[in-house]
């Protein structure tokens, strides 16, 4: 069972939902992501998503797009992100590490290669935005020669045909954007949201994790009701950026306890 899987079972047994924090490797700087790495899996992330740098991600809204431009003035790529996670691997053994990012980096170093060094990497999920279902084969086949998950987006306006699409080829869980916009927009419905949860969970069989415009504790304690995770990101890659560098790790600690406690609040 990968560790993705395991972290669902064990977490559904408890009657909890995951948190998954979101950072971009190499913000603010190259030197501070694994440290942010431990940090955040000590203060209750169950899962994290590592974005890789990229010099125009579409799905992003300006907070990430800053961090990756941070990151990137670093020279922080696809190769770096791998030698990161590995880095983290040597100490954690247990917290599985998505990457999120775009094809590009991907499709440059070859799919083949890509799953090979993610594996060896201690990589355990990717996502990448710009890879639609109907088009991962190669990318797809080649991380499950690796035992590593291919996550996808669910979005309000998917219809039902290309849910099924996606219920084919994901793998560990299914991320459902909360709401129409980039990451770090508002206006989340959390009614509207609910109610496409159990649809998407039947068709797909699989756990679904919930992201885009959850900021608070309160928000993230009432999608932690109805999904089997709660996804974090901009509100994250906020504290980080808004931090002094040496107060990043407490700050970033300090507000994931906080969420943690409130999704775990009765």
């Known amino acids: 069972m990968s560790r993705i899987s395991s972290v669902f079972k064990h977490l559904?047994?408890?009657?909890?939902?995951?948190?998954?924090?979101?950072?971009?490797?190499?913000?603010?700087?190259?030197?501070?992501?694994?440290?942010?790495?431990?940090?955040?899996?000590?203060?209750?992330?169950?899962?994290?998503?590592?974005g890789v740098p990229f010099s125009d991600p579409m799905a992003d809204g300006p907070t990430i797009q800053r961090a990756s431009e941070r990151a990137l003035r670093h020279g922080v790529g696809l190769k770096d992100v791998l030698a990161m996670v590995a880095e983290f691997r040597t100490t954690n053994n247990t917290t599985p590490i998505v990457l999120m990012g775009y094809a590009n980096p991907i499709e440059r170093m070859g799919?083949?290669?890509f799953?090979?060094?993610?594996?060896?990497?201690?990589v355990d999920g990717v996502l990448t935005v710009d890879i639609p279902p109907e088009?991962?084969?190669?990318?797809?086949?080649?991380?499950?020669?690796?035992?590593?998950?291919?996550?996808?987006?669910?979005?309000?306006?998917?219809?039902?045909?290309?849910?099924?699409v996606v219920a084919q080829r994901a793998s560990g869980f299914v991320y459902y954007v909360s709401l129409k916009g980039v990451?770090?927009?508002?206006?989340?419905?959390?009614?509207?949201?609910?109610?496409?949860?159990?649809?998407?969970?039947?068709?797909?069989?699989?756990?679904?994790?919930?992201?885009?415009?959850?900021?608070?504790?309160?928000?993230?304690?009432?999608?932690?009701?109805?999904?089997?995770a709660v996804v974090i990101g901009s509100r994250i890659v906020q504290e980080i950026e808004n931090s002094p560098r040496e107060q990043v790790i407490n700050n970033l600690s300090a507000f994931v306890r906080s969420i943690r406690a409130a999704m775990d609040a009765q």
């Open 115 to 122: 799953a090979t060094q993610a594996a060896a990497a201690g």
């Open 12 to 50: 559904k047994t408890q009657h909890k939902a995951a948190l998954i924090p979101f950072i971009t490797a190499g913000d603010p700087d190259p030197q501070l992501t694994v440290p942010i790495l431990h940090a955040l899996a000590a203060s209750g992330a169950d899962i994290i998503e590592v």
């Open 135 to 164: 088009e991962c084969t190669g990318v797809a086949d080649a991380l499950a020669a690796h035992d590593i998950d291919m996550i996808f987006l669910l979005s309000p306006t998917t219809p039902e045909s290309r849910i099924n």
């Open 111 to 113: 799919y083949a290669a």
């Open 183 to 228: 990451t770090g927009s508002a206006n989340l419905d959390l009614v509207e949201v609910a109610s496409h949860i159990p649809v998407i969970r039947e068709r797909c069989g699989l756990p679904v994790g919930v992201g885009f415009g959850i900021r608070d504790g309160a928000t993230a304690h009432s999608i932690a009701q109805f999904a089997d």
